[in-house]
């Protein structure tokens, strides 16, 4: 099963998730040939891969990747920016390929939608033994007043969606699948107009995505006035949101 506020919100701003989430720390590259052991000649999954943000570094390290999206639409985006890329349909717990096919599985931006035990019975399935599996989270940093503002802004429709903040995605690591999990922290700045970096970034959340549309219109109309009228944001070409990019490893035992 795939959570409704996913399969409509991000079918609904497949476009708006390409223009406005960030991209990832050049220093992901590394840590996934160095932690995932990702390089010519292995092969990596893409899992709830969406519109292939990730998946550019993942080709970056020589791998073969084949990109696992069950939302449509976003697939479609995925196969329009890396058409040399295997897109295929499928979800965390039914992926849709053979056993044993994979040296490595990475989750960008997605674990939190489906982090159950038959998740990970699914993705050790398609482990070859000691393959690893990488989880990776861009984390906006709500010290700076303006972005807790936007925050306080999409709270109250957040409802029952799965968020990384809740820590909820933790539980299915009981060590019986995996081993313990090891994070490393990475500093990133997301540089652009006010528009892409607040606007179409928060218009892409599922679950304001999935708004009907006088909702979803007073969602922008706050957005908007918070740019117009914040003392660091009003008018500002560009702005810089910072976030922390967080990124987990585990192997397969």
Known sequence: MVHSAAIQGFGNAAQAYARGRPDYPAELATWLRENLDLHPGRTAIDLGAGTGKFTKLLIQTGSNVIAVEPVAAMRAELAASLP?????????????????????????????WFATEATLDEIHRVLRPGGKLGLVWNVRDESVDWVAAITEILTPYEGDAPRYHTGEWRRP???????DLHETRFT??????????????????????????????????????????HPKLRGRETIAMRYETRAYCCRRV
Do not use: W
């Open 84 to 112: 040399g890329v295997q897109a295929v349909a499928g979800t965390a717990e039914s992926i849709s390929l053979e056993d044993a096919v994979s040296d490595a599985v990475v989750c960008a931006q997605a674990f939190h």
């Open 173 to 179: 690591f009981t060590g019986r699948l995996f081993s």
């Open 188 to 229: 990133h700045l997301h540089i652009g107009i006010p528009k892409q970096i607040i606007v179409d970034r928060f218009l892409s959340v599922s679950f304001i995505a999935a708004l009907p549309e006088n909702e979803k219109s007073t969602v922008t109309r706050e957005l908007r006035d918070l740019i117009s009228s």
